[in-house]
Nanobody, 121 residues
Framework: QVQLVESGGGLVQAGGSLRLSCTASGRSVSSHGMGWFRQDPGNEREFVAAINRSGSMTYYGSFTKGRFTISRDDAKNTLNLQMNNLEPEDTAIYYC??????????????WGQGTQVTVSS
């Protein structure tokens, strides 16, 4: 089993930056692709970014428009998401997931509890 815990969320003004981290425990995630998703109340879970297990390939949702960067540090069992030039529309709960590098949330086996990101205008 893999346990995932997100951190780094918070309140930021539009144009600001946040860095989300996801720390894995239980088993190493080095053999898993990993990803970030987000969800607003009343909306489906939306793909943000993913990275394959080697870290050689990254994938992004179209809305990120070069503002977000996903990275992983397997030595620390950590997944990161650097978010720059944040917009109010980025407000959501952000979830870390492991087990795939797909944009389809149904392909992931493990999920964190989420961290709230709020962007004020």
């Amino acid at each position: 089993q893999v346990q995932l815990v997100e951190s780094g969320g918070g309140l930021v003004q539009a144009g600001g930056s946040l860095r989300l981290s996801c720390t894995a425990s239980g088993r190493s995630v080095s053999s898993h692709g990993m990803g970030w998703f987000r969800q607003d109340p009343g909306n489906e879970r939306e793909f943000v970014a993913a990275i394959n297990r080697s870290g050689s390939m990254t994938y992004y949702g179209s809305f990120t428009k070069g503002r977000f960067t996903i990275s992983r540090d397997d030595a620390k069992n950590t997944l990161n998401l650097q978010m720059n030039n944040l917009e109010p529309e980025d407000t959501a709960i952000y979830y870390c997931a492991a087990g795939s590098s797909s944009s389809d949330y149904r392909t992931y086996n493990y999920w964190g509890q989420g961290t709230q990101v709020t962007v004020s205008s």
